[in-house]
């Protein structure tokens, strides 16, 4: 099994390395989230364990682009940010789970294994299906009853969220945080703007409208129930 440690501090990164060869895993060693990020797009690794707060790009960022990229390897964070708010992020942003330093080792040892089992155990999801929307998210394209949908990146990564959550409202903070990375400011239109755009292209041409509006509360994708 080949495992990523992304880890800014030497020590701890030595540590980690050290330990997890130990315990029969092949492991490489970066020190920022650049090289976390290259690393991750470009070799064949079985679980990233990685820091938050690293130079170059964060773990958040890191993760928000693999997962746009379609890459699903099991992500461990393993950070000294203990907030329930970075949990629930780090979670919702596609992470399987968070462990807060300072840490033993033989537990994140058994969370590694537990995930790689996990992993081993399920399938890997290349689609999404919602009525007569297709997603693919490996050639990250979208069909609609036949007919290619053409989407910014942007585009894709809002309707890849909807459809993941199909039928649970998204409030415009979870939209911004995870498809913009930022936090939501009352005072742009730039969620409105973009699902709008969305909606032009998703349900404009077609009866049955997948996209709604839950009015003071957010956005959802469904069909809609039968009359």
């Given at each position: 099994?080949?495992?990523?440690?992304?880890?800014?501090?030497?020590?701890?990164?030595?540590?980690?390395?050290?330990?997890?060869?130990?315990?029969?895993?092949?492991?490489?060693?970066?020190?920022?989230?650049?090289?976390?990020?290259?690393?991750?797009?470009?070799?064949?690794?079985?679980?990233?364990?990685?820091?938050?707060?690293?130079?170059?790009?964060?773990?958040?960022?890191?993760?928000?682009?693999?997962?746009a990229?379609?890459?699903?390897?099991?992500?461990?964070?393993?950070?000294?940010r203990?907030?329930?708010?970075?949990?629930?992020?780090?979670?919702?942003?596609?992470?399987?789970?968070?462990?807060?330093?300072?840490?033993?080792?033989?537990?994140?040892?058994?969370?590694?294994?537990?995930?790689?089992?996990?992993?081993?155990?399920?399938?890997?999801?290349?689609?999404?299906?919602?009525?007569?929307?297709?997603?693919?998210?490996?050639?990250?394209?979208?069909?609609?009853?036949?007919?290619?949908?053409?989407?910014?990146?942007?585009e894709?990564?809002?309707?890849?969220?909807?459809?993941?959550?199909?039928?649970?409202?998204?409030?415009?903070?979870?939209?911004?945080?995870?498809?913009?990375?930022?936090?939501?400011?009352?005072?742009?239109?730039?969620?409105?703007?973009?699902?709008r755009?969305?909606?032009?292209?998703?349900?404009?041409?077609?009866?049955?409208?997948?996209?709604?509006?839950?009015?003071?509360?957010g956005?959802?994708?469904?069909?809609?129930?039968?009359?």
């Open positions: 099994m080949k495992l990523l440690v992304a880890e800014d501090e030497p020590k701890t990164g030595s540590y980690l390395q050290q330990g997890l060869i130990e315990a029969s895993f092949t492991v490489d060693l970066v020190m920022t989230g650049t090289d976390a990020l290259q690393h991750a797009l470009n070799e064949p690794y079985d679980l990233l364990i990685l820091d938050i707060m690293m130079p170059g790009l964060n773990g958040w960022e890191v993760l928000r682009t693999l997962r990229a379609g890459h699903t390897v099991p992500v461990l964070f393993l950070t000294a203990d907030g329930v708010e970075d949990r629930v992020k780090g979670l919702e942003l596609g992470a399987d789970d968070y462990l807060v330093k300072p840490f033993a080792f033989a537990e994140l040892l058994a969370r590694v294994r537990t995930l790689l089992r996990r992993s081993a155990s399920a399938p890997v999801q290349t689609s999404l299906t919602v009525c007569d929307l297709q997603v693919d998210l490996l050639k990250r394209r979208a069909i609609r009853a036949g007919k290619r949908i053409d989407l910014t990146a942007k894709f990564s809002l309707l890849e969220l909807l459809m993941r959550r199909r039928g649970e409202v998204l409030p415009k903070s979870l939209i911004a945080s995870q498809v913009w990375d930022m936090n939501f400011d009352s005072d742009t239109n730039v969620i409105e703007v973009a699902i755009r969305l909606r032009v292209k998703i349900d404009d041409d077609f009866e049955v409208k997948l996209i709604q509006t839950i009015r003071g509360m956005y959802l994708l469904d069909a809609p129930e039968p009359d």
